[in-house]
């Protein structure tokens, strides 16, 4: 893997962070019930959080 990839937990925020958010994004749709979105909001803060560890570590944000 290049030093670009992300890693361990990163990798494991941003993956899980993408499916919460996939998945109940369009559960809400299907169901019509607004307390999914917070459920995809988490899950795009989780995968949010896991690209701002990995930039840190590669040099990009200090």
Known sequence: MSQHSPEGADRIL???GS???????????ALHE????LIAAIGFCAHHIGW???RRR?????
């Open 58 to 62: 590669i040099g990009g944000v200090r």
């Open 14 to 16: 941003i993956a899980t």
């Open 19 to 29: 499916a919460l958010t996939i998945t109940a994004l369009l559960a809400a749709v």
């Open 52 to 54: 701002a560890n990995h």
């Open 34 to 37: 607004q307390w999914l979105l």
